[in-house]
């Protein structure tokens, strides 16, 4: 089975700050992973995704992610928050059958 | 391109009542999910489609929950009767295939009292 583990359910940053948001998954099949964001009373929007591509993967609004095998890690950083970067983040892990698996999520809160 | 609608936005209801939910998902996408989303939690998957079959159901409360996905294209999730435990934003989203990135409704937000 897979699962995911988002630490931290809140993160704050300043503005400018390097924004990094920690995910850590377990699977027992080569796995797709994603990040999607969330703004208040919205969906969820597709932030990246690595399908064992390139292991840095960049996505939008500036963000990135590294996926590292030997840590089963796919961390997600920024290097300048801003403050339209407050949201919630979800990690998500897939396989071969479509089976996915979101994280808890980790609240971003962007400080002047 | 329409993203994935969703009807009502809201919903209200008294316990014991039943409520459903429509989505309609972006044009030509073959997969449709429905989740549950409590505050402060992930989604929750209950129910994924293959076009008009029911793949993954193993979450979904079936002594009240039910879906169905007509000529692969629509869906509605319906619960009859609802609990107060069923206060969530309930979210569809769809998918090109079962590997693809998802795209999302805004979801509907129920209230039982």
């Known amino acids: 089975a897979q699962s995911v583990t988002q630490l931290g359910s809140h993160v704050s940053v300043s503005e400018g700050a390097l924004v990094l948001l920690r995910c850590n998954y377990s699977s027992s099949v080569p796995p797709y992973l994603f990040w999607y964001v969330q703004y208040p009373n919205q969906g969820l929007q597709l932030l990246l995704k690595y399908t064992s591509a390139a292991t840095l993967v960049k996505g939008i609004n500036g963000f990135e992610a590294e996926f590292k095998k030997s840590e089963t890690s796919f961390h997600l950083t920024k290097p300048s928050a801003h403050m339209s970067d407050a949201a919630e983040y979800f990690c998500?892990?897939?396989?071969?059958?479509?089976?996915?698996?979101f994280g808890a999520g980790t609240q971003v809160v962007v400080t002047p | 391109e329409a993203g994935v609608v969703q009807s009502p936005r809201y919903k209200i209801i008294e316990k014991k009542q039943p409520v459903a939910f429509w989505c309609n998902p972006i044009s030509g996408h073959n997969t449709l999910y429905w989740y549950l989303q409590n505050l402060g939690q992930g989604p929750e998957l209950l129910i994924r489609?293959?076009?008009?079959?029911?793949?993954?159901d193993s979450q979904l409360p079936k002594d009240r929950f039910s879906a169905e996905r007509l000529k692969g294209v629509d869906s509605t999730l319906k619960i009859q009767p609802a609990e107060l435990g069923d206060s969530a934003v309930y979210l569809c989203a769809s998918s090109l295939d079962r590997v693809d990135e998802q795209f999302f409704g805004p979801g509907t937000r129920l209230t039982v009292l």
């Open positions: 489609y293959e076009n008009e079959e029911a793949v993954d």
């Open positions: 998500a892990v897939s396989d071969d059958w479509g089976k996915f698996q």
